[in-house]
């Protein structure tokens, strides 16, 4: 049996991560956080093949009123964890720019809203 697909999302919203854990189904090991501490919290605690990232994380107010999902980009580098990460974002600009400047990290960019067919195409371009 094939190991499953590991997978942490960090969200904000709870319905997104409803809806995405729904799309995934049982294909993948799903797991969700809603702030940018959980998130580097559980990253230090166990290892997943990707990391679907919100850009803007409302609920912890810190750059403009949002924090900024690109810290978290900073701390896998600084860590060199073996993580693949897509950007699950409304915010195409940032989200391109955000794919450029870490392009050894960041292998994909879903753009809110979406499909199920182009989050799994999206997941899959990251792994290949």
Same mark, same amino acid.
């Given at each position: 049996?094939?190991?499953?697909?590991?997978?942490?999302?960090?969200e904000?919203?709870?319905?997104?991560?409803?809806? +995405?854990k729904?799309?995934?189904?049982?294909e $993948?090991? $799903?797991?969700? +956080?809603? =702030?940018?501490?959980?998130?580097?919290?559980?990253?230090?605690?166990?290892p997943?093949?990707?990391?679907l990232?919100?850009l803007r994380?409302?609920?912890?107010?810190?750059?403009?009123?949002?924090?900024?999902?690109?810290?978290? +980009?900073?701390?896998?580098?600084?860590?060199?964890?073996?993580?693949?990460?897509?950007?699950?974002?409304?915010? =195409?600009?940032? =989200?391109?720019k955000?794919?450029?400047?870490?392009k050894?990290?960041? %292998?994909?960019?879903?753009? %809110?809203p979406?499909?199920? =067919?182009?989050?799994?195409?999206?997941?899959?371009?990251?792994l290949?």
């Amino acid at each position: 049996m094939d190991k499953k697909i590991r997978v942490l999302h960090l969200e904000d919203e709870i319905i997104v991560c409803d809806l +995405v854990k729904e799309l995934l189904g049982s294909e $993948y090991d $799903y797991e969700a +956080v809603q =702030s940018e501490d959980k998130g580097i919290k559980v990253l230090n605690s166990k290892p997943f093949d990707i990391l679907l990232l919100d850009l803007r994380l409302s609920k912890e107010k810190k750059v403009n009123g949002f924090m900024d999902g690109l810290h978290v +980009v900073n701390f896998i580098k600084e860590k060199g964890l073996d993580i693949k990460v897509v950007i699950v974002s409304a915010l =195409s600009e940032e =989200s391109k720019k955000a794919m450029i400047d870490n392009k050894s990290i960041v %292998k994909a960019i879903v753009n %809110k809203p979406f499909t199920k =067919s182009q989050l799994i195409n999206a997941i899959k371009k990251a792994l290949a």
